[in-house]
């Protein structure tokens, strides 16, 4: 997997990125974001890299705008593209189902049992499962298709994906700005810590949607006394 990594896709992006900057970006985290063999701990830090080494070198532009690449911009537009691959993943839940995805799903590296773990995601958390997956390796492009499944409201589908993105990929625009040419190193050091982070995630989810609950039945309460 890391041969083809390092073979094949930091190429192909790098040169996406060379040729039409920070549209590239926008079309690579969409990509990212309904295709889970692309890895978002690689691409992501690979935009960071390019504001670093505009920052060391004033003479490395972003070729559409033909300035250096803005921090805030590479951010914002990755966001945006993973905002447009989260509906293109929805829609093709919404669209095909869960037969459609079994059936050719293999053929984007979606298998049957991380559909599963998906599908369980949201069965138990609902909306907040498209919030907490954005932040979860692997997870965060399968969520889509149950979400689009279930029919989930598209606005609240697209609000919660944002939000969940954002943060996400601002951490690892940062962890390639601080890396630099060292970028690629963040997805090795990531990948063994996995199943801990689902496992943080998980009970993060669990405390916030606990909290909440309290919440709603404090009111209650209070009337009864």
Request: no cysteine.
């Amino acid at each position: 997997m890391l041969d083809f990594i390092d073979r094949t896709i930091v190429p192909f992006f790098l040169s996406l990125y060379d040729a039409v900057g920070y549209v590239g970006v926008a079309i690579a985290i969409a990509l990212e974001t309904f295709v889970p063999i692309i890895p978002s701990e690689i691409i992501v830090p690979m935009a960071g890299w390019k504001v670093s080494q505009s920052a060391a070198d004033p003479s490395v532009l972003e070729p559409l705008t033909n300035a250096p690449w803005n921090w805030l911009a590479v951010l914002l537009i990755a966001t945006a593209g993973a905002v447009i691959g989260s509906l293109a993943g929805y829609l093709i839940g919404a669209w095909g189902g869960r037969p459609l995805l079994d059936r050719f799903g293999r053929y984007v590296h979606i298998k049957p049992d991380d559909l599963d773990r998906a599908d369980a995601w949201f069965a138990r958390y609902g909306d907040r499962a498209v919030f907490f997956a954005r932040l979860v390796p692997l997870l965060r492009a399968l969520i889509n298709y149950p979400a689009g499944v279930a029919r989930m409201p598209v606005g609240r589908f697209l609000l919660f994906s944002a939000l969940g993105s954002l943060p996400w990929n601002a951490g690892l625009v940062l962890a390639g700005f601080l890396l630099g040419e060292n970028y690629r190193n963040l997805y090795t050091a990531i990948r063994p810590f996995e199943y801990a982070i689902y496992a943080v995630v998980l009970l993060g989810g669990a405390f916030v949607i606990y909290r909440w609950l309290s919440g709603r039945g404090a009111p209650d309460e209070a009337r009864s006394a």
